[in-house]
């Protein structure tokens, strides 16, 4: 069963300052979404990983996809305010019949 | 060019009744996918439907149950509604040739 695991649940951090999300997924993947969720708001796609290696870039948000390990990271870079948001992670299944989210990252950037 | 609308945007209901909610996919997408959001929760797979036939379906009770019509859009049914169902119920469209899934704004349901 396919399984997403994303950590930390909660980061508060300082503006300007550096950090990284982690997710990790149990079974092999057709590709790994990265999603912002602002409060009260759907969900807005921020990258979409399809291969292992893959990286990709914007803004101060740089996700990247290590399929062997099973493992994406999203690292923000010189955190500002407007980065507060809840981050997911999401993995197809084989197929992309499914696609399964992790908890969720709540991040919260202190000016 | 619209994207994934749903409604109602909000609904309450109480316990036991049924309850029905609608998405029109994107322009030029063809399957439908039903996510599960309750509060400070990730979304939930409940099913994905294409060409009018449910592919694939998560871990949810048989009083959900959908349809997809020969035009793409999609309803979402749950009877027997539980307090428990009282969520923030997600649509998501995508095709063969798109790379994410597309969210619309959801239907907040609340069950009292």
């Known amino acids: 069963e396919l399984k997403v695991e994303q950590n930390p649940l909660f980061l508060s951090m300082q503006e300007g300052k550096n950090y990284t999300i982690y997710c990790n997924y149990s079974t092999t993947s057709d590709r790994l979404y990265w999603y912002r969720q602002d409060p009260g708001k759907s969900l807005e796609s921020l990258f979409v990983l399809l291969s292992n290696g893959a990286v990709k870039q914007e803004g101060r948000l740089m996700a990247s996809l290590d399929t062997k390990a099973r493992l994406s990271t999203l690292h923000i870079t010189a955190a500002v305010h407007d980065l507060s948001a809840t981050y997911f992670c999401?993995?197809?299944?084989?197929?992309?019949?499914?696609?399964?989210f992790g908890a969720g990252t709540r991040l919260f950037v202190k000016a | 060019d619209a994207g994934v609308t749903q409604s109602p945007t909000h609904l309450i209901k109480t316990r036991g009744q049924q309850v029905t909610l609608r998405c029109s996919p994107k322009s030029g997408h063809d399957t439908v996918s039903w996510y599960q959001q309750a509060l400070g929760q990730g979304p939930q797979f409940i099913f994905q439907?294409?060409?009018?036939?449910?592919?694939q379906r998560g871990n949810f009770p048989d009083r959900f149950s959908g349809h997809q019509f020969p035009n793409y859009s999609s309803e979402l049914n749950v009877n027997a509604l539980l307090l428990g169902d009282s969520a923030l119920y997600l649509c998501a469209s995508s095709s063969p040739y798109s790379e994410a899934l597309h969210f619309g704004n959801g239907t907040r349901l609340t069950v009292t």
């Open positions: 999401a993995v197809a299944n084989t197929g992309g019949f499914k696609t399964i």
């Open positions: 439907y294409y060409e009018e036939e449910e592919r």
